[in-house]
């Protein structure tokens, strides 16, 4: 698709400046993002599917002499292993927080050291507004979400479901972020959120921007998933922080506070919000929530029936 705006302009040409992987990320990509494998034959030592190297070694995990990988020792008759991944680079580039995303296609030949190839998929660019552009291959129409074609020029595209599964896969460990997104807080790479969502609530909600620099992780995780109800219970973290309440475990402690407000009890309490053993009053509301609930239904049913 032809760039539309001067934006999307700006964003095409330096997609098209930006530098090679480099041999620490390939390697990283070869040893972290696929299962490796030493293949032990019926007679014969173990060989080691990334450098090649053979010793002798019982099945089970370990690490390769020669490379230092750690593989699982399997014992098979194949001679050949092809293995594919996602993995994604974060950088920043003119003030723009940039997601890359890759594809990893290698194939292991006994003896042989492993020689991969890698594609760039597209990437998220993502402005100081939270607004994303995405930049990628041509998807092609098949049973697969991920069925591009390889041979298309990285162009502007439509957001879509194989962009947004990709962008959520590995992600190299060195991470380079805007001048904004670190002054809003950002200390670490939050996983279990998607990195997308992640930096959009960074430069758009001050809310996350108070979490992360609280460094409250399972509470900004979970506000990156459901930030309606983050909002909406806002003061009650509040009263609860204040108490010196940790949440370790925020879909827990929701669960407990959702049902205080649907009973009506005060959210504003201390002694409420910040419960000394939360799993313990959280049992004892679930008990409290289902009587109330086969109460109500009764009483429906005797309505019901009366009217009947």
């Not at 089970?60 to 194949?78: D, F, N, Q, S, Y």
């Not at 998929?121 to 092609?140: A, C, E, F, N, P």
């Not at 108070?210 to 009650?236: I, N, S």
Request: aromatic content about 10%.
């Amino acid at each position: 698709m032809k760039p539309r705006n001067k934006k999307q302009e700006q964003i095409l040409a330096m997609s098209g400046q930006l530098r090679p992987l480099t041999t620490a990320q390939k390697q990283w990509a070869l040893t972290h993002t696929i299962d490796n494998y030493a293949l032990k034959f019926k007679k014969g030592k173990a060989v080691c599917l990334i450098c090649g190297h053979e010793w002798e070694a019982e099945e089970g995990m370990c690490r390769c002499p020669h490379c230092g990988a750690k593989v699982e020792i399997k014992a098979t008759t194949l001679r050949v292993v092809r293995e594919r991944s996602y993995f994604n680079i974060v950088t920043a580039v003119k003030g723009f927080q940039v997601i890359r995303m890759f594809l990893m296609i290698v194939e292991f030949r006994k003896g042989m050291k492993a020689n991969p190839g890698f594609v760039e998929i597209g990437s998220y660019w993502i402005d100081k507004h939270g607004h994303t552009t995405v930049v990628g291959l041509q998807r092609t129409l098949g049973h697969y979400i991920d069925s591009f074609a390889f041979g298309s020029p990285l162009e502007i595209r439509h957001d879509n479901d194989a962009f947004w599964h990709i962008a959520d896969q590995w992600v190299y460990p060195r991470i380079k972020v805007t001048d904004t997104i670190k002054r809003n807080g950002y200390t670490t790479f939050t996983y279990g959120a998607h990195p997308v969502t992640m930096f959009q609530q960074l430069l758009t909600n001050p809310k996350a921007e108070t979490l992360m620099k609280a460094g409250e992780e399972g509470l900004f995780r979970y506000l990156c998933h459901h930030p309606k109800e983050v909002d909406k219970y806002w003061d009650t973290i509040k009263v609860a922080r204040r108490a010196g309440y940790k949440i370790n475990d925020p879909q827990m402690w929701f669960d407990y506070i959702k049902m205080l407000d649907r009973m009506g009890r005060d959210l504003h309490s201390p002694t409420l919000v910040a419960p000394k053993d939360l799993k313990a009053v959280h049992d004892e509301y679930v008990a409290k929530a289902e009587r109330q609930r086969i109460k109500e239904q009764r009483e429906k049913d005797r309505k019901r029936a009366e009217e009947d």
